[in-house]
């Protein structure tokens, strides 16, 4: 099958569809993250928290700190946009947003991994949880990255 190539835009319109398209994603992951981030800053003042182990209590920092750089790393798409708009540099805007926004997708895989790991050794036991961990990593990575690029690298050949 042959797909249509293009879509006649100007470098500008290119620009505009590609910051809407990047918002929307965002809005979408953000709203996960925030939720997820929330409830990461609530463990240490349940009653069950004081009776971590060192190690459970390091994972659960680690995750807290990675999910405060997943919001930090999506929240920046937007105030990138805002700092830099009115400047006539909404391609490059949109190329660096969307850097973000995917080094945002990589810490949001971090902390969901961390979370994981911190619930499931608590869950089931210290040996098992991060087979299982690995194992949703893998998913993760293949449904996130994985896919995409096979997509990418199989539809968009020059013919």
Not at 2 to 19: K, L, S
Not at 59 to 66: K, M, P, Q
Not at 118 to 129: H, S, Y
Request: include cysteine; charged fraction near 15%.
């Amino acid at each position: 099958m042959i797909w249509p190539r293009g879509r006649h835009e100007t470098e500008e319109e290119r620009a505009d569809r590609r910051w809407t398209e990047l918002l929307q994603e965002v809005r979408v992951i953000q709203t996960g993250v925030q939720i997820l981030f929330g409830f990461l800053l609530t463990v240490v003042f349940t009653q069950r928290f004081a009776s971590l182990s060192t190690a459970d209590r390091t994972i659960y920092v680690i995750t807290l700190l990675l999910g405060a750089s997943t919001t930090g790393a999506l929240v920046g798409t937007v105030t990138f946009h805002r700092l830099v708009a009115g400047h006539r540099l909404k391609p490059q805007t949109v190329l660096w947003a969307a850097r973000l926004a995917l080094v945002g997708v990589v810490l949001l895989l971090a902390t969901v991994a961390s979370a994981l790991l911190l619930i499931l050794r608590l869950a089931l036991n210290a040996e098992a949880a991060p087979w299982v961990v690995a194992v949703l990593v893998a998913w993760f990575v293949g449904c996130w990255f994985v896919l995409p690029a096979w997509v990418l690298r199989r539809y968009s050949s020059s013919e």
